[in-house]
């Protein structure tokens, strides 16, 4: 055991330090040198994909049947460009069958060893599919078919055909093979292309399907290429995953990989059979053999690339429209109201309304760009759903019910706020002049504030009963550590008690008769425990019940209202 991993260490270190290896193929070689590995021979009739890495020479042979007057040679790159050289190889004298050949020599070599001629027949260069047709060399010995990627590994498919005519390996383009926009929405946008010309074979009809491939950065040339792009993403993701792990790296797998990739083994070439197994994985938008498709679900103001391949699942291949893009509708924008320093702002819902509510915006004064925002819901059962957000990014979310909310609204220049309706149930009989699913708004700057106003402990009104005259009863309150404004409504009752309950909680001051204020008081006190305020209401009538409504007028925000009491006056004095 110590001897083998003493042994790999020396082959790590012979690697790192440069020890020169025996090299599988030298780049100062002589072309009639094959090295001895195995032989990749390109069969007739057959789609194969070879893998090319980057800046090795691939060479696939094959011969001709005899009386073949023509033959076609296909390659078609995947994502990346490649060089392909299609050339023939002649020789004076065939060597003779009885020729005694060592198992180290392969076929091409012994072709090599006698002496004869080359000639190029085809070169290209490039990413899109190519074919040569052409007649057949009648003294060529065989063939050599070189292809070369110089940027990075890729693969390629190769497929021969002898003879002449179509093989009907590749599937048939029609003469128009772009795709064609019919209607672009919001969320969807609809294809249209020519069908092809193989769909209308009867007998390999079924064996075609349309599949449509969504992508956000461009068109892809071939299905291969679609696939590598979706495979690349896939080990971005992976990638990002395991980020923070770090992988042990021991010396066989180096040796392994750095023995294998010195022979071009026949192995590295796929059969049909293999790719057809790929093609389950494609997530396409639609499948089949309709030439219309929709494509829903898709982001609004985003633009999208559209790719139609059709796929021959018979022979594994596949060939490409020229693909579109288009860029969806952006959402329909609402109305966005501003609100006004200070101003108070009523929003009414209406049942069987717009779902998406209202908005509105606000700009606060002054460099601090800090403001207060207060809501009240005037519907008992209906609750109000209100957003605040900058630019993009939610700010605060709440339910907004009876009772008063404020949010501070503090580090932006602007505010968009969104109000929609949350609650279902009907809401109960208010008083009249209540507007059913509403609620009331204001926002106003705040100069000098560091955060939000304090509220009294509780809206609760209490009276004295020993303190309570023929004319007279005396109201408590709880009131706030800052100096604000308390101001005391009545509202007087019939001998049969002809009006009942008060004012709702959402109705401010502004709703109310200046006849029914009875007094105004500023009151402020530093400890809140002890923030407890009291009023005398005299010029009453005897054996009267009057109900008292407080309020508290602040400088910012809407005011708040106490809960209402109703006090009788004594009979009898």
Same mark, same amino acid.
């Given at each position: 055991?110590?001897?083998?991993?003493?042994? &790999?260490?020396?082959?790590?270190? +012979?690697?790192?330090? $440069?020890?020169?290896?025996?090299?599988?193929?030298?780049?100062?070689?002589?072309?009639?040198?094959?090295?001895?590995?195995? %032989?990749?021979?390109?069969?007739?009739?057959?789609?194969?994909?070879?893998?090319?890495?980057?800046?090795?020479?691939?060479?696939?042979?094959?011969?001709?049947?005899?009386?073949?007057?023509?033959?076609?040679?296909?390659?078609?790159?995947?994502?990346?460009?490649?060089?392909?050289?299609?050339?023939?190889? =002649?020789?004076?004298?065939?060597?003779?069958?009885?020729?005694?050949?060592? %198992?180290?020599?392969?076929?091409?070599?012994?072709?090599?060893?006698?002496? $004869?001629?080359?000639?190029?027949?085809?070169?290209?260069?490039?990413?899109?599919?190519?074919?040569?047709?052409?007649?057949?060399?009648?003294?060529?010995?065989?063939?050599?078919?070189?292809?070369?990627?110089?940027?990075?590994?890729?693969?390629?498919?190769?497929?021969?055909?002898?003879? @002449?005519?179509?093989?009907?390996? /590749?599937?048939?383009?029609?003469?128009?093979?772009?795709?064609?926009?019919?209607?672009?929405?919001?969320?969807?946008?609809?294809?249209?292309?020519?069908?092809?010309?193989?769909?209308?074979?009867?007998?390999?009809?079924?064996?075609?399907?349309?599949?449509?491939?969504?992508?956000?950065?461009?068109?892809?040339?071939?299905?291969?290429?679609?696939?590598?792009?979706?495979?690349?993403?896939?080990?971005?993701?992976?990638?990002?995953?395991?980020?923070?792990?770090?992988?042990?790296?021991?010396?066989?797998?180096?040796?392994?990989?750095?023995?294998?990739?010195?022979?071009?083994?026949?192995?590295?070439?796929?059969?049909?059979?293999?790719?057809?197994?790929?093609?389950?994985?494609?997530?396409?938008?639609?499948?089949?053999?309709?030439?219309?498709?929709?494509?829903?679900?898709?982001?609004?103001?985003?633009? &999208? &690339? /559209?790719?139609? /391949?059709?796929?021959?699942?018979?022979? $594994?291949? @596949?060939?490409?429209?020229?693909?579109?893009?288009?860029?969806?509708?952006?959402?329909?924008?609402?109305?966005?109201?501003?609100?006004?320093? *200070?101003?108070?702002?009523?929003?009414?819902?209406?049942?069987?309304?717009?779902?998406?509510?209202?908005?509105?915006?606000?700009?606060?004064?002054?460099?601090?760009?800090?403001?207060?925002?207060?809501?009240?819901?005037?519907?008992?059962?209906?609750?109000?759903?209100?957003?605040?957000?900058?630019?993009?990014?939610?700010?605060? +979310?709440?339910?907004?019910?009876?009772?008063?909310?404020?949010?501070?609204?503090?580090?932006?220049?602007?505010?968009?706020?969104?109000?929609?309706?949350?609650?279902?149930?009907?809401?109960?009989?208010?008083?009249?002049?209540?507007?059913?699913?509403?609620?009331?708004?204001?926002?106003?700057?705040? &100069?000098?504030?560091?955060?939000?106003?304090?509220?009294?402990?509780?809206?609760?009104?209490?009276?004295?009963?020993?303190?309570?005259?023929?004319?007279?009863?005396?109201?408590?309150?709880?009131?706030?550590?800052?100096?604000?404004?308390?101001?005391?409504?009545?509202?007087?009752?019939?001998?049969?008690?002809?009006?009942?309950?008060?004012?709702?909680?959402?109705?401010?001051?502004?709703?109310?008769?200046? =006849?029914?204020?009875?007094?105004?008081?500023?009151?402020?006190?530093?400890?809140?425990?002890?923030?407890?305020?009291?009023?005398?209401? *005299?010029?009453?009538?005897?054996?009267?019940?009057?109900?008292?409504?407080?309020?508290?007028?602040?400088?910012?925000?809407?005011?708040?209202?106490?809960?209402?009491?109703?006090?009788? %006056?004594?009979?009898?004095?």
């Amino acid at each position: 055991m110590m001897a083998a991993m003493a042994w &790999y260490l020396c082959l790590a270190v +012979s690697l790192l330090c $440069g020890i020169p290896w025996p090299q599988g193929h030298s780049a100062l070689a002589p072309e009639n040198e094959v090295p001895l590995r195995p %032989t990749a021979w390109l069969p007739d009739g057959k789609v194969t994909t070879i893998h090319l890495p980057k800046g090795r020479t691939r060479r696939l042979y094959f011969t001709l049947k005899k009386k073949v007057a023509m033959m076609s040679v296909t390659v078609s790159p995947c994502d990346l460009p490649i060089e392909w050289t299609l050339e023939a190889r =002649t020789l004076k004298d065939k060597p003779p069958k009885s020729l005694h050949w060592s %198992t180290k020599k392969s076929m091409p070599e012994v072709w090599w060893r006698g002496p $004869g001629t080359e000639a190029k027949i085809h070169t290209y260069t490039g990413n899109a599919m190519n074919t040569y047709t052409g007649p057949s060399y009648a003294p060529a010995s065989i063939y050599i078919l070189r292809l070369r990627s110089k940027d990075q590994d890729t693969r390629a498919t190769v497929y021969l055909h002898e003879g @002449s005519g179509t093989s009907w390996a /590749f599937p048939q383009l029609p003469s128009d093979s772009r795709v064609h926009t019919l209607g672009v929405g919001m969320t969807s946008v609809t294809l249209s292309w020519a069908p092809s010309a193989s769909l209308k074979r009867l007998h390999t009809q079924r064996s075609y399907d349309y599949c449509v491939l969504v992508n956000r950065k461009h068109n892809y040339r071939n299905l291969c290429a679609a696939q590598e792009g979706i495979r690349k993403e896939r080990e971005k993701d992976k990638k990002r995953e395991k980020k923070n792990k770090q992988r042990k790296v021991t010396v066989w797998p180096i040796l392994k990989d750095w023995w294998w990739q010195q022979w071009d083994a026949d192995t590295e070439l796929r059969s049909p059979a293999a790719l057809r197994d790929d093609y389950g994985h494609l997530q396409c938008a639609c499948k089949g053999t309709e030439s219309v498709c929709t494509v829903s679900e898709l982001v609004p103001d985003t633009q &999208y &690339y /559209f790719d139609v /391949f059709l796929i021959d699942r018979l022979n $594994g291949t @596949s060939a490409a429209y020229t693909g579109t893009f288009a860029q969806t509708h952006e959402e329909a924008r609402p109305a966005i109201t501003p609100l006004r320093e *200070g101003e108070l702002q009523w929003v009414t819902f209406r049942d069987g309304g717009s779902t998406s509510g209202e908005f509105f915006s606000f700009r606060p004064r002054g460099w601090q760009q800090s403001g207060l925002l207060t809501l009240q819901s005037c519907g008992s059962s209906e609750k109000i759903n209100v957003t605040v957000s900058s630019k993009g990014k939610e700010l605060s +979310s709440q339910a907004v019910g009876e009772n008063l909310a404020q949010i501070w609204l503090q580090g932006s220049p602007s505010y968009l706020i969104h109000l929609e309706k949350a609650g279902t149930a009907a809401p109960r009989q208010a008083a009249t002049g209540v507007l059913k699913a509403s609620v009331k708004m204001q926002a106003s700057s705040t &100069y000098h504030r560091q955060g939000i106003p304090s509220l009294p402990s509780t809206l609760q009104i209490k009276s004295f009963n020993r303190l309570r005259s023929c004319k007279s009863v005396t109201l408590a309150w709880m009131g706030t550590e800052e100096r604000s404004l308390y101001c005391v409504y009545r509202q007087r009752l019939g001998k049969g008690g002809g009006k009942k309950g008060g004012t709702a909680p959402c109705l401010g001051p502004e709703s109310r008769s200046d =006849t029914e204020r009875v007094l105004c008081k500023y009151f402020q006190e530093l400890n809140p425990r002890r923030a407890v305020t009291t009023a005398v209401i *005299g010029g009453l009538e005897p054996g009267v019940a009057y109900i008292f409504d407080v309020y508290l007028m602040r400088r910012w925000g809407i005011p708040i209202k106490y809960s209402s009491k109703t006090v009788r %006056t004594r009979k009898e004095c």
